[in-house]
T-cell receptor
Framework: EDQVTQSPEALRLQEGESSSLNCSYT??????LFWYRQDPGKGPEFLFT???AGEEKEKERLKATLTKKESFLHITAPKPEDSATYLC??????????FGTGTSLTVIP | GAGVSQSPRYKVAKRGQDVALRCDPI?????LFWYQQALGQGPEFLTY????????KSGLPSDRFFAERPEGSVSTLKIQRTQQEDSAVYLC????????????FGPGTRLLVL
């Protein structure tokens, strides 16, 4: 059964305290793994797309990596403005598309 | 330029009422997607349009849900005889091409059914 599991559900970090968010997935024929950021009351904002195991992408303090079973979103020296819910989604070869339930990140000044 | 807009932003309906939710995608975007996001959950796919053609409606939860995009731009999601379990945020997203590679989401419509 296709599914996407994100952990932890919630994460509180001190400003500057680096950490990683996990997205484990099961899908038939991965066509892409997507990371989004969602602020309260807003729609998800696209961050990254990863297509194959070993791929990495970076944007400011964020780096996303991909293996055959999971993806990590590494946050280096986070700032309070990085506080948001981070969503992972996968697209399979049958055009199925699934989001995880997200990780709620709070960065404390 | 302007992003994806949705209206209304908030809608309160009495159980049994019909509602219509509007999505204005980014101009020129070929693909349009509708998602339903329950509180504390990730978005769940409802339906997909490529221009005016509805190519996938496998996520629509029941025949009370209906979506259209008659001229390949603005889309409307209609829910007939609303029920309490329909309460959620309804998100619209558009994409320049036929892939989900970069979807731009609107702010959503929060529907509360009493």
């Amino acid at each position: 059964e296709d599914q996407v599991t994100q952990s932890p559900e919630a994460l509180r970090l001190q400003e500057g305290e680096s950490s990683s968010l996990n997205c484990s997935y099961t899908v038939s024929g991965l066509r892409g793994l997507f990371w989004y950021r969602q602020d309260p009351g807003k729609g998800p904002e696209f961050l990254f797309t990863l297509y194959s195991a070993g791929e990495e992408k970076e944007k400011e303090r964020l780096k996303a990596t991909l293996t055959k079973k999971e993806s990590f979103l590494h946050i280096t020296a986070p700032k309070p403005e990085d506080s948001a819910t981070y969503l992972c989604a996968v697209e399979g070869d049958g055009n199925q598309f699934y989001f995880g339930t997200g990780t709620s990140l709070t960065v404390i000044p | 330029g302007a992003g994806v807009s949705q209206s209304p932003r908030y809608k309160v309906a009495k159980r049994g009422q019909d509602v219509a939710l509007r999505c204005d995608p980014i101009s020129g975007h070929v693909s349009l997607f509708w998602y339903q996001q329950a509180l504390g959950q990730g978005p769940e796919f409802l339906t997909y349009f490529q221009n005016e053609a509805q190519l996938d409606k496998s996520g629509l939860p029941s025949d009370r849900f209906f979506a259209e995009r008659p001229e390949g731009s603005v889309s409307t999601l209609k829910i007939q005889r609303t029920q309490q379990e329909d309460s959620a945020v309804y998100l619209c997203a558009s994409s320049l091409d036929t892939s989900r590679k970069t979807q731009y989401f609107g702010p959503g419509t929060r529907l509360l059914v009493l």
